[in-house]
């Protein structure tokens, strides 16, 4: 049930791009990405419905391909407030309302 | 808006011990959440309320783990006896549920209680 996140760890230098990714055995009908500052509590960054949308929030955007449930997070030209921890979060058919998040990829921007 | 508000921050008690963890939803969000966090499992949903109503406490791990919400603004988790393995930052989020399948299930975190079981 929980979904898969790849990688689990990049360190980039300030202004390099990255790409996260997500995926689930389930069929899914939405997908979250949230962002944790070490000591922090997560933090909403963007939600996808299915139905393929590409969102952006700033220079971070995300898309959605329902077909291989699979979903992908992309950083342009990182910026050192970037680094924390990323976690997906599902929701799939049948599931409710339940959100359940993947392990988390852990994100270090560097000068 | 003051946010999720969840006491203690930090609770360290030995193995055995009662411990009861407490969050204040944000007025108007009508659906609760209690994950746990740690390095192995990542964030864990032990449960989930909506509208005031245990929806789903398939994610609790033993008989020792029990939540109540017995109204809107308050809601607790408690674990009775505790052991060294319960040790972890138990997060607590709430969301404004506008119907099956919305997606709009956004979740607001509480800034977390790290427990220590010695």
């Known amino acids: 049930q929980q979904p898969v996140q790849s990688p689990q760890a990049v360190i980039l230098r300030e202004g390099e791009d990255a790409v996260i990714n997500c995926s689930s055995s389930?069929?899914?009908?939405?997908v979250h990405w949230y962002r944790q500052k070490h000591g922090e509590a997560p933090v909403f960054l963007m939600i996808?419905?299915?139905?393929?949308e590409q969102k952006g929030h700033d220079k971070i955007s995300a898309s959605f391909n329902e077909k291989k449930q699979q979903s992908s997070l992309y950083l342009t030209a990182s910026q050192l407030s970037y680094s924390g921890t990323y976690f997906c979060g599902t929701e799939w058919v049948g599931g409710s309302e339940k959100l359940v998040f993947g392990k988390g990829t852990k994100l270090t921007v560097n000068p | 808006d003051a946010g999720v508000i969840q006491s203690p921050r930090h609770e360290v008690t030995e193995m055995g011990q009662e411990v009861t963890l407490r969050c204040k939803p944000i007025s108007g969000h009508n659906s609760l959440f209690w994950y746990r966090q740690t390095m192995m499992r990542g964030l864990e949903l032990l449960i989930y309320?909506?509208?005031?109503?245990?929806?789903?406490d398939s994610g609790m791990p033993e008989d020792r783990f029990s939540a109540k919400m017995p109204n809107a603004s308050f809601s607790t988790l408690k674990i009775q006896p505790s052991e060294p393995r319960d040790s972890a930052v138990y997060f607590c989020?709430?969301?404004?549920?506008?119907?099956?399948?919305?997606?709009?299930?956004?979740?607001?975190f509480g800034a977390g209680s790290r427990l220590t079981v010695l």
């Open positions: 996808l419905l299915k139905g393929g």
């Open positions: 389930k069929a899914l009908y939405s």
């Open positions: 309320f909506n509208n005031n109503v245990p929806i789903d």
């Open positions: 989020a709430s969301s404004t549920w506008t119907g099956p399948r919305s997606g709009a299930n956004v979740l607001t």
